[in-house]
């Protein structure tokens, strides 16, 4: 596979693995493919592959050889009958991530940066995170046998996250301050490196991340939907989700791209703000705060690539309050049996949301795509449920209680 890593702002390849950002202009840094092989193949030339990450190997610049997986998406695609109706919407389809192997869509990214990192020869790695980051690059480093040091904001993860990164054996490091703030701490590791750098400024982490949109549309049988929407915390989702489309262009496996529209938490939405101006560019915000930890997020490392991602495909950026995040979560666990986190409904309550306001057309196709597992958060789950009911061990008793 021909490719090289390139500036997204100024074009320059950067060489060296340990940079985070362009050495000319300090730009985020992006890889660019050589698709010209990949145009001789049709999507029916992948599909005896299982779904999954490394079905899509044509589309990914790490040699597969040296593949560390755990076997990471193939995740379901649920169509929601009980759902559409009850928002207003012809289709709607949930792309459920907290399927994957730790619960979240990082392990796509991950699969991939970890290979990444054995081909380099890394033998430490490492990443800041709100909680999902971490969970997925301590198993994967566990099962490269790598080094893992996770910075984590204090205080602000989610109970299963936390158990995760410290079951997979990471080194955990609680940083005073927030997610922005753990972010730039580890980069100075990287900087001097003390380790290889896991987040999603990373650039091989989007490119395994491309790999929900190609299973997406393997899975609607390449009927490109009208719109999909995803929460966004540091972008590089959303951003990842656009790539691919961009490469299923440039191939000429589809025709027009989806509306992406991300939804951001009113107590951290940065990036709906610069929408609302029509700007490129975005304001950090200094103290973001949600209850969807895992986009709680004020200074979006891919913020200014998810802003092209939304105006060039005519999509939208829409906040959504915790309440309706809330909402939301529990409808798609009653109504359709579908448990995501907090930050995951952001994307039902999102939908809601442009339903209401008339930016959503009720005869469109809409994709959902739900990043992360419901028990990554159960203190959240458990707040908002009936407590258990006590009884004596009769049928009369339970009867009565259930009535
Ligand atoms: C990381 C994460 C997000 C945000 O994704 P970005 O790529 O940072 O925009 C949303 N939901 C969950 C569950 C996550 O783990
Ligand atoms: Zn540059």
């Given at each position: 596979?021909?490719?090289?890593?390139?500036?997204w702002?100024?074009?320059?390849?950067?060489?060296?693995?340990?940079?985070?950002?362009?050495?000319?202009?300090?730009?985020?840094?992006?890889?660019?493919?050589?698709?010209?092989?990949?145009?001789?193949?049709?999507?029916?030339?992948?599909?005896?592959?299982?779904?999954?990450?490394?079905?899509?190997?044509p589309?990914?610049?790490?040699?597969p050889?040296?593949?560390?997986?755990?076997?990471?998406?193939?995740?379901?695609?649920?169509?929601?009958?009980?759902?559409?109706?009850?928002?207003?919407?012809?289709?709607?389809?949930?792309?459920?991530?907290?399927?994957?192997?730790?619960?979240?869509?990082?392990?796509?990214?991950?699969?991939?940066?970890?290979?990444?990192?054995?081909?380099?020869?890394?033998?430490?790695?490492?990443?800041?995170?709100?909680?999902?980051?971490?969970?997925?690059?301590?198993?994967?480093?566990?099962?490269?046998?790598?080094?893992?040091?996770v910075?984590?904001?204090?205080?602000?993860?989610a109970l299963?996250?936390?158990?995760?990164?410290?079951?997979?054996?990471?080194?955990?490091?609680?940083?005073?301050?927030?997610?922005d703030?753990?972010l730039?701490?580890?980069?100075?590791?990287?900087?001097?490196?003390?380790?290889?750098?896991?987040n999603?400024?990373?650039?091989f982490?989007?490119?395994g991340?491309?790999?929900?949109?190609?299973?997406?549309?393997?899975?609607?049988?390449?009927?490109?939907?009208?719109?999909?929407?995803?929460?966004?915390?540091?972008?590089?989702?959303?951003?990842a989700?656009?790539?691919?489309?961009?490469?299923?262009?440039?191939?000429?496996?589809?025709?027009?791209?989806?509306?992406?529209?991300?939804?951001?938490?009113?107590?951290?939405?940065?990036?709906?703000?610069?929408?609302?101006?029509?700007?490129?560019?975005?304001?950090?915000?200094?103290?973001?705060?949600?209850?969807?930890?895992?986009?709680?997020?004020g200074?979006?490392?891919?913020?200014?690539?998810?802003?092209?991602?939304?105006?060039?495909?005519?999509?939208?950026?829409?906040?959504?309050?915790?309440?309706?995040i809330?909402a939301?979560?529990?409808?798609?666990?009653?109504?359709?049996?579908?448990?995501?986190?907090?930050?995951?409904?952001?994307?039902?309550?999102?939908?809601?949301?442009?339903?209401?306001?008339?930016?959503?057309?009720?005869?469109?196709?809409?994709?959902c795509?739900?990043?992360?597992?419901?028990?990554?958060?159960?203190?959240?789950?458990?707040?908002?449920?009936?407590?258990?009911?006590?009884s004596?061990?009769?049928?009369?008793?339970?009867?009565?209680?259930?009535?």
């Amino acid at each position: 596979m021909e490719r090289s890593i390139r500036c997204w702002d100024c074009g320059r390849e950067v060489d060296d693995p340990y940079f985070d950002s362009c050495p000319s202009c300090n730009g985020l840094l992006e890889v660019v493919l050589d698709l010209e092989p990949v145009k001789e193949l049709r999507p029916s030339d992948l599909a005896s592959r299982p779904l999954g990450v490394w079905r899509y190997q044509p589309f990914l610049p790490v040699n597969p050889d040296l593949a560390v997986s755990l076997q990471e998406g193939g995740t379901p695609l649920y169509r929601c009958m009980n759902l559409a109706p009850e928002l207003g919407v012809r289709e709607l389809h949930v792309k459920y991530e907290g399927a994957n192997p730790t619960g979240s869509f990082k392990d796509r990214g991950m699969t991939v940066g970890i290979t990444r990192a054995r081909e380099i020869g890394a033998d430490m790695v490492g990443c800041a995170s709100t909680g999902n980051t971490s969970a997925s690059l301590a198993a994967y480093a566990a099962k490269a046998g790598m080094g893992c040091v996770v910075l984590l904001p204090e205080g602000k993860v989610a109970l299963g996250k936390l158990a995760q990164a410290m079951f997979y054996g990471a080194k955990v490091v609680s940083i005073e301050g927030n997610f922005d703030d753990a972010l730039r701490t580890v980069r100075e590791l990287a900087e001097k490196r003390f380790l290889y750098l896991l987040n999603s400024i990373n650039p091989f982490r989007p490119e395994g991340q491309k790999s929900v949109l190609f299973e997406i549309m393997d899975q609607l049988y390449y009927d490109v939907p009208d719109r999909i929407v995803l929460p966004v915390g540091n972008a590089g989702n959303i951003s990842a989700v656009h790539k691919a489309l961009k490469e299923l262009v440039e191939v000429g496996w589809i025709e027009r791209m989806p509306m992406l529209t991300g939804i951001q938490a009113s107590g951290s939405m940065p990036l709906v703000e610069a929408f609302d101006r029509g700007s490129k560019d975005f304001t950090a915000e200094s103290a973001p705060e949600t209850l969807a930890t895992a986009i709680r997020i004020g200074n979006p490392v891919s913020g200014r690539k998810a802003l092209e991602a939304i105006y060039s495909t005519g999509g939208h950026a829409l906040p959504v309050t915790d309440e309706e995040i809330l909402a939301a979560q529990m409808e798609l666990g009653r109504r359709e049996g579908v448990g995501v986190e907090p930050a995951s409904a952001a994307s039902i309550a999102g939908l809601r949301r442009l339903i209401e306001e008339g930016i959503v057309d009720r005869d469109e196709k809409v994709v959902c795509i739900c990043t992360g597992n419901a028990l990554k958060d159960p203190e959240v789950m458990i707040s908002q449920c009936d407590r258990p009911v006590k009884s004596r061990a009769t049928a009369e008793s339970v009867m009565d209680l259930v009535r």
